[in-house]
């Protein structure tokens, strides 16, 4: 009987000490970040996608209405007067290139990237391995930023925005200009204020012309002598 109370007492022990190391172990793995969806490998013949070629934001400025002809007016009065001012959607290829950072950083410290694409899930949650290593943390610079990859970021892919597209700045940009600008209308709203703002001036101009050879001529006789 006291054998009997020893050995459930022991039994009992036993599993208090097993219990948490079986929870205890299994709870973090649970918890871990699934690097899965983003190893598997990418085609590197896959078409550029649409969203590259002539991103939302784009096919929304480029537009001809209203909206766009006052801000492209507006911005070319803020030219004139001489304020340089950034495009806002520079701030989106500034978190690309954050981005890009922690890429580095990564293979610095890793000596390779554990995955091949890349999303906002991967960028944006806590226990996602490439925290660690966005500092300073990318922001979307508008509710429609949205980031993604295109190609395999270990062999040459890049980072862009789903609505903004990869940084004009970036190599991709320059490598693709002739598709890029394939993809995008020929006459946009800039081109719209450019007809809206130069015509009148091709117009007056042989007016112009016109006028000034009348007022020399007037000039002309009026004027003989020479300073011989
Ligand atoms: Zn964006």
Redesign the pocket.
Known sequence: MHNLRTAALALFLVMLTLIPAITGHSAPLAQEFDLTPYQQSVASDAAIPAEILYPPFFKEIDAINLKNIYREIRSRFHFFAGLRLEPSYFN?YKMQRRIDKALERMIADKGELPFSSLDDRLLYDQKSPLEPYLRPMPLK??GN?TFKSFGDLRHGGIVY?A??GPDVNGSFYNEHFAEISQARPLFTSFDMVELLLFLPALLILPFIWWISKKALQKDQPASPESQG
Request: hydrophobic share 0%.
């Open positions: 989106c610079s508008t930023c925005c609505y903004h």
